[in-house]
T-cell receptor, first 112, second 112 residues
Framework: EAGVAQSPRYKIIEKRQSVAFWCNPI?????LYWYQQILGQGPKLLIQ????????DSQLPKDRFSAERLKGVDSTLKIQPAKLEDSAVYLC??????????FGPGTRLTVT | KNQVEQSPQSLIILEGKNCTLQ??????????LRWYKQDTGRGPVSLTI?????NTKSNGRYTATLDADTKQSSLHITASQLSDSASYIC???????????FGKGTKLSVKP
């Protein structure tokens, strides 16, 4: 069974630039999550999708972050404009409804 | 406030030795508790999941314990190997929304 796919694996941008990350969940998983993991900390949930609807985006900084899952399968997370404090690993996870979450390898973002 | 605290923050042990990682939580109501292993540059991978009624669960050289009365869990690693070097994250599902609450993790380094 293929796991959660993410791209790119690494991205370096300058502050005020924009960036987008892509996630393809495990086939059949209705729920998709985006997490932000700052170095030395546990993951923080940014947004949770159930199919193509948003379940929880309470911790998403909506002035600069946006995410979509238009067809209920893959998803993109965008940051515009990026700030230095956005440097982190962005993890995507997927699950069956309320089931175990399976994580992708993450995208390491460095903002200079 | 729902929180998960882990200790120690980091740990260095020699190959072949045992170690125990600690997790204290204040999440209520409690649903379950997972231990994840996160290798550098990878997403977290679930090691064990424990519900309220379970005291001990093993997965190879990993043994997790749960004391629901004191709200404490531990992860014991037996006969450590170099490949055990990783961050170990304690995650509790609970609270009024049934969300996942992540600890900051313990970074384990196993030296030859």
């Amino acid at each position: 069974e293929a796991g959660v796919a993410q791209s790119p694996r690494y991205k370096i941008i300058e502050k005020r630039q924009s960036v987008a990350f892509w996630c393809n969940p495990i086939s059949g998983h209705a729920t998709l999550y985006w997490y932000q993991q700052i170095l030395g900390q546990g993951p923080k949930l940014l947004i949770q999708f159930q199919n193509n609807g948003v379940v929880d985006d309470s911790q998403l900084p909506k002035d600069r972050f946006s995410a979509e899952r238009l067809k209920g399968v893959d998803s993109t997370l965008k940051i515009q404009p990026a700030k230095l404090e956005d440097s982190a690993v962005y993890l995507c996870a997927s699950s069956l409804v309320r089931g175990e979450q399976y994580f992708g390898p993450g995208t390491r973002l460095t903002v200079t | 406030k729902n929180q998960v605290e882990q200790s120690p923050q980091s740990l260095i042990i020699l190959e072949g030795k045992n170690c125990t990682l600690q997790c204290n939580y204040t999440v209520s109501p409690f649903s379950n508790l997972r231990w994840y292993k996160q290798d550098t540059g990878r997403g977290p991978v679930s090691l064990t999941i424990m519900t309220f009624s379970e005291n001990t669960k093993s997965n190879g050289r990993y043994t997790a314990t749960l004391d629901a009365d004191t709200k404490q869990s531990s992860l014991h690693i037996t006969a450590s190997q170099l490949s055990d070097s990783a961050s170990y994250i304690c995650v509790v599902r609970g609270g009024s929304q049934g969300n996942l609450i992540f600890g900051k993790g313990t970074k384990l380094s196993v030296k030859p």
